[in-house]
């Protein structure tokens, strides 16, 4: 593994402008879940949350109790310039496996494919024990071999279903239909409910 990928490494892809998976905006399949979530009272948490766009467009639609989660500072500033109403608390700067809160959603966007995966075991058994009982997995991941040294890492569905095995239940498990330009058809849409 060439990368460290720990919060100096992180930081400094961020400091230095170093973040290609970054579109700017909060990406078309996260958005349009977004656009039909009725309950504004529910915790959401967006782990691995990078400029965390998703978070910004939840607060900008009136949900109050969004977390995002990373190891990095400067994307958490970043979010905080463009979104002041995003309390502090809400601004986790740290390890996503360290996290003791519990949620109702947990949004995934290029967390998963930044992690070591030797951990993508361990990233399932923890959004197990983070999500509320019923609780929500949903995003969308890399259905498409990628990098083996350096993020993003590729992987697979098959792969992937072997992880979540008897801590979670697919709600919906397919090929993403409305990915970004850049990642038509090597994305699947995971909406996945705990256990």
Same mark, same amino acid.
């Given at each position: 593994?060439?990368?460290?990928?720990?919060e100096?490494?992180?930081?400094?892809?961020?400091?230095?402008?170093? &973040?290609?998976?970054?579109?700017?905006?909060?990406?078309?399949?996260?958005?349009e879940?977004?656009?039909?979530?009725?309950?504004?009272?529910?915790?959401?948490?967006?782990?691995?949350?990078?400029?965390?766009y998703?978070?910004?467009?939840?607060?900008?639609?009136?949900?109050?109790?969004?977390?995002?989660?990373?190891?990095?500072q400067?994307?958490?500033?970043?979010?905080?310039?463009?979104?002041?109403?995003?309390?502090?608390?809400?601004?986790?700067?740290?390890?996503?496996?360290?996290?003791?809160q519990?949620?109702d959603?947990?949004?995934?966007?290029?967390? &998963?494919c930044a992690?070591?995966?030797?951990?993508?075991?361990?990233?399932?058994?923890?959004?197990h024990?983070?999500?509320?009982?019923?609780?929500?997995?949903?995003?969308?991941?890399?259905?498409?071999?990628?990098?083996?040294?350096?993020?993003?890492?590729?992987?697979?569905?098959?792969e992937?279903?072997?992880?979540?095995?008897g801590?979670?239940?697919?709600?919906?498990?397919?090929?993403?239909?409305?990915?970004?330009?850049?990642?038509?058809?090597?994305?699947?849409?995971?909406?996945?409910?705990?256990?």
């Amino acid at each position: 593994m060439k990368a460290g990928l720990d919060e100096n490494y992180w930081n400094n892809r961020y400091i230095n402008n170093d &973040f290609g998976w970054d579109v700017g905006e909060v990406s078309t399949p996260l958005k349009e879940y977004i656009d039909q979530l009725a309950n504004h009272e529910l915790r959401i948490l967006i782990p691995g949350a990078g400029n965390a766009y998703e978070a910004e467009y939840l607060s900008n639609k009136g949900f109050k109790n969004v977390f995002v989660c990373d190891l990095a500072q400067e994307p958490l500033s970043n979010l905080k310039k463009r979104c002041p109403a995003i309390a502090d608390s809400q601004l986790i700067h740290g390890n996503f496996f360290d996290l003791e809160q519990s949620f109702d959603l947990v949004l995934e966007q290029t967390f &998963f494919c930044a992690i070591n995966p030797t951990l993508r075991k361990s990233y399932f058994e923890k959004m197990h024990r983070i999500l509320k009982p019923g609780g929500k997995l949903v995003g969308v991941m890399f259905d498409a071999p990628m990098n083996t040294d350096t993020p993003p890492f590729g992987g697979s569905a098959q792969e992937y279903e072997t992880y979540f095995a008897g801590l979670f239940t697919k709600h919906t498990y397919e090929a993403c239909h409305n990915s970004i330009k850049p990642r038509a058809g090597r994305e699947i849409f995971v909406n996945l409910r705990r256990i």
